[in-house]
């Protein structure tokens, strides 16, 4: 066996930062588990992997969720579970198709509950426009799996002209992003404090996968996508940036963000870029390709406020930098600790 790359006397037991989408989960990926289980497919940190079979081009992608709580505005484990793997699909350029659904159940979970949930499942499914064709149930003791847990696996199929990756992006693409951000992520935590305001803030949790298929449809030059879950826009970001070695500018007052998720924000000391979504898509295009990709986005009833948000720089330096309301620049790196653990 070999030795382990993290220095295991700094962190020697798992955070729950290590799943926040942020620095220390990068970096459980990049000493860790990328060294230890390395192929080109998992090198190239992709929403999912995209390969090759029996001469078909197909992605494959597999997710795990967590949340807590289990019901929250605006949807539920669920429906979340499908979209999350129907919208990595998506990102990777691919027609999902298929996905298999994983439930560990505690002991003692409601049967009303587990059958919103499956039903959800369903409903979510039939949106989308996927089969769920295969699956497994495990109970475990009660106390042991927060009520439950899911694991969904997608297969999709990707045209051969289809080329999507960090490694496309070139200086002047510009950045694009399908809405405003950070509402799963406060409609998440505004439930768990008990916070309450004038404008309710639900999750955005949706399919992303007709959008996307639309926008593939057009012909334009899609560098990359990419739907901003954990660690959120700025993590996206980051990883894009490190995968094809540019510098990213983003400007501030470009960025939506509903006023009640702002003001939830500054109440609860928190980033909205560092903020989960699970309905929005942010895109690397070509800049010929910019207006024409909007004008797609804005068409959809999950795109009405798309907006460009910032471009690929000509500087091979890894970077993010956000130009602020103020007119000056700072750098948005990935976020060290964990804004929001159970997220997603």
């Not at 298999?100 to 009303?112: A, D, K, N, P, V």
């Not at 990359?224 to 894009?240: F, Q």
Request: net charge negative.
């Amino acid at each position: 066996m070999p030795s382990c790359p993290v220095p295991i006397s700094e962190y020697e037991r798992v955070l729950l930062a290590h799943g926040g989408g942020g620095k220390l989960s990068a970096r459980l990926f990049e000493k860790m588990i990328r060294p230890c289980l390395s192929n080109p497919w998992l090198d190239l940190s992709h929403d999912g992997a995209m390969i090759r079979l029996e001469g078909r081009r197909i992605a494959f992608s597999t997710d795990s969720y967590v949340i807590q709580p289990i019901i929250f505005p605006g949807g539920n484990i669920g429906e979340l579970a499908v979209n999350g793997t129907v919208n990595d699909l998506a990102c990777c350029g691919a027609r999902p198709m298929y996905i298999s659904l994983g439930l560990i159940l505690e002991e003692g979970l409601e049967m009303e509950v587990l059958w919103k949930i499956i039903c959800s499942v369903r409903e979510a499914a039939d949106r989308a426009g996927v089969k769920v064709v295969t699956g497994d149930t495990k109970v475990v003791d009660r106390g042991k799996a927060d009520r439950i847990f899911i694991n969904t696996s997608g297969i999709g199929i990707i045209g051969e002209e289809t080329e999507v990756s960090p490694a496309s992006c070139r200086p002047g693409d510009k950045i694009l992003l399908s809405g405003k951000i950070a509402e799963h992520g406060i409609a998440i935590m505004s439930t768990r404090t008990g916070l309450e305001f004038d404008s309710p803030i639900v999750s955005d949790t949706a399919p992303l996968n007709h959008m996307v298929e639309k926008i593939m449809a057009s012909g334009a030059g899609i560098r990359v996508m990419r739907d901003p879950t954990r660690g959120g826009v700025a993590s996206a970001l980051n990883e894009i940036s490190r995968s094809c070695g540019y510098r990213f500018i983003i400007r501030e007052k470009d960025i939506p963000v509903a006023g009640a998720v702002q003001g939830a924000c500054e109440i609860l000391g928190l980033d909205p870029l560092y903020i989960a979504n699970e309905g929005k898509l942010l895109l690397i295009v070509d800049p010929g390709d910019e207006q024409k990709v909007l004008k797609i986005i804005r068409a959809d009833p999950l795109g009405k406020e798309a907006a460009c948000i910032g471009e690929v720089l000509d500087s091979r330096d890894k970077l993010v930098e956000m130009e602020t309301v103020i007119g000056s620049t700072r750098i948005v790196d990935m976020i060290s600790g964990e804004q929001l653990p159970r997220i997603c």
